[in-house]
């Protein structure tokens, strides 16, 4: 195109492609890719003679993506799954630039990890003791293990990539251990048993792992606890609502509506539950709930500042928390 005229000129009228010109430094002509040899290498071309002159010669691939350097001496160029440096002043053959990075290309099909915390991700994590403190059940890199506190060789439970395994609790008499696992699509409550009752768990190597929960209840679920018989789940669903079940079949009831996770604590009798929750007003209190639902839930703190982080006294007469009351407490 000339600005001076306004006028269009066809610089390659021929059967063949032409594609991707790139202008000299001086204007006295340009390269471009074209196929009249049956492969499309680079040529160069004189606007004053119209003379042109092929300057690759590859046979069974083309030159493509060609760039120019601002000084006119470099052509760089990609030919099949390499680049080539070209310098057209010269006269020698394209030369292959070598591409390398500092560590491999290629994902190894396995990775060795070594945990010496219960790090599991930056997901919520688990650790349940067993009732004479010689086993612990924790969560660690997103899967479920059992250590004796001697030995201290832990031992998979739960080991799925698929999943994600988070919370985990000591059921009654150790007979099971209760867990929280994510597949993705949302937490579901699984129970694990020991293959071998006879041994403890961590001298077993196969376990059986059972769904606990419906599939019909599509609630993710934190929070895992279990009351002191043994025979109530505690957990939190959806936005914080507190439910409870019997372990012996899956029967969810909501006993404290939230907005917000709660923080819990079960009273040794196991018939009440102490939690932080807050009130209509927005404002954190420490209520008292009843696990069988015969009293409606009861707001002890019932203070406009902060209370939380309820404890039952171990005969079950007292209960501590923490309170805001001051610009120092």
Not at 59 to 85: A, W
């Amino acid at each position: 195109y000339d600005f001076a005229t306004n006028e269009f000129k066809s610089l390659c009228v021929e059967d063949y492609g032409c594609r991707s010109p790139l202008w000299k430094p001086d204007g006295s002509g340009f390269y471009f890719v074209c196929d009249k040899d049956g492969c499309f290498n680079l040529w160069e071309k004189e606007l004053a003679s119209d003379e042109e002159k092929q300057l690759t010669f590859f046979k069974e691939n083309s030159v493509i993506l060609p760039r120019i350097s601002r000084n006119g001496e470099t052509i760089v160029f990609r030919n099949l799954f390499d680049f080539y440096r070209f310098h057209p002043s010269t006269g020698n053959e394209p030369t292959k630039i070598n591409l390398w990075c500092r560590q491999d290309a290629m994902r190894k099909s396995s990775r060795r990890r070594w945990y010496d915390s219960i790090w599991n991700n930056e997901a919520r994590r688990g650790i349940g003791w067993a009732d004479d403190f010689l086993e612990v059940a924790f969560t660690t890199g997103g899967d479920l293990w059992v250590m004796d506190t001697i030995l201290r060789e832990p031992k998979l439970i739960c080991s799925d990539t698929r999943s994600h395994e988070t919370e985990v609790v000591f059921g009654h008499e150790n007979l099971e251990t209760w867990f929280l696992r994510d597949f993705g699509n949302r937490t579901e409550i699984w129970k694990a048993k020991r293959k071998n009752s006879e041994k403890y768990w961590f001298e077993n190597e196969d376990f059986e792992l059972s769904c606990f929960s419906a599939k019909k209840d599509r609630t993710n679920k934190n929070r895992l606890s279990l009351s002191p018989d043994g025979k109530t789940l505690a957990y939190c669903r959806a936005t914080g609502e507190l439910v409870v079940t019997p372990t012996d079949k899956f029967v969810p009831r909501a006993i404290l509506p939230s907005t917000v996770f709660p923080g819990y604590d079960w009273s040794p009798d196991g018939r009440w539950l102490a939690v932080q929750s807050k009130d209509s007003e927005d404002n954190w209190d420490v209520w008292i709930v009843s696990v069988s639902g015969e009293v409606e839930p009861f707001n002890l703190s019932r203070h406009p500042s902060w209370d939380g982080t309820p404890r039952w006294s171990p005969d079950g007469h007292m209960l501590a928390f923490v309170g805001k009351r001051g610009r120092n407490d």
